[in-house]
């Protein structure tokens, strides 16, 4: 249940990677293909590695021994700055600017790539209502004026503002309060079925996992214990998966249906 995809339509590729934090071994061989185009929901325990991941593809970190290629190219000779503009980061803060409005928290990145007003106008209206808060209602909000779920709205937005082929995430949903959450997994679908990028999600949550991802990877001692579509991977017996699924199953117990 390690299938790591076809490397020839891969987005995104890790081949044979270590890496580690100060003296503690982190990822020891880790090996995953991420086609263009696909949603990709990484899981494992705390201290695993899913956020290491995330940092090796937009180069923050470079990697001990293996390479990690984005877009055919190893992060080793890409300009970071290049690298980075390829790239939308979402975090669990969010990290809106207070003293910038909605609009201008949108405009960051193509303010920064220097593009005309007028196209970062375009943009940030069409964004905003990509993300179901219309430019005229709420483009010169402030952040303090907004929900927890309209400002991850917002920071989803600018994440996608310079229109970047990939997209990672960093636990976005989990400050969320679990029916603003449940309502933001509706909406990411609803983006991602129009954008269609390549989407590295990282999640504690496997029922997250499942609801957005079109395959799940679990990481555990420092490699891809499994990888698979939502519905293998809920009927596996693989001591690093099933701790996992444990409150999927005990859902299921309760109310019927979902991995036995």
């Known amino acids: ?22 003296p503690i071994a982190v990822l020891r061989g880790f090996d995953l293909a991420i086609d263009a185009g696909e949603t990709i929901a990484l899981v494992g325990r705390s201290g695993a590695g899913k956020s290491t991941i995330l940092k090796l593809i937009n180069g923050l970190l470079e990697p001990d021994a293996g390479d990690v290629l984005v877009m055919g190219r190893t992060t080793r000779v890409w300009n970071a700055f290049a690298l980075r503009r390829q790239i939308g980061y ?26 005309a007003l007028p196209r970062i106008t375009a943009r940030c209206r069409e964004l905003l209502d990509l993300v179901g808060l219309p430019a005229a209602e709420y ?105 996992l699924l444990l409150p999927l199953i005990e859902a299921a117990a309760t109310f019927g249906g979902g991995p036995r």
């Open 1 to 22: 249940m390690t299938q790591t995809g076809a490397d020839s339509s891969a987005a995104i590729v890790f081949a044979g990677v270590h890496a580690s934090r100060g």
């Open 90 to 115: 979402v975090l669990q803060e969010i990290g809106l600017f207070p003293h910038l409005s909605v609009a201008e928290n949108v405009s960051v990145v193509p303010r920064l790539l220097g593009w």
């Open 139 to 243: 483009a010169l909000r402030w952040p303090h004026e907004l929900s927890g779920g309209q400002r991850q709205r917002v920071g989803v937005a600018r994440a996608l503002a310079a229109d970047p082929p990939i997209l990672l995430m960093d636990e976005p949903f989990g400050a969320l309060d679990p029916i603003t959450r449940s309502e933001m997994h509706v909406e990411f679908r609803r983006i991602q079925e129009h954008l269609r990028k390549t989407v590295v999600l990282v999640t504690h949550d496997m029922a997250e996992a499942f609801a957005l991802a079109s395959r799940v990877g679990v990481i555990a001692e420092g490699t891809l214990a499994a990888l698979a579509a939502p519905s293998r991977l809920a009927r596996s017996d693989d001591a690093r998966v099933r701790p």
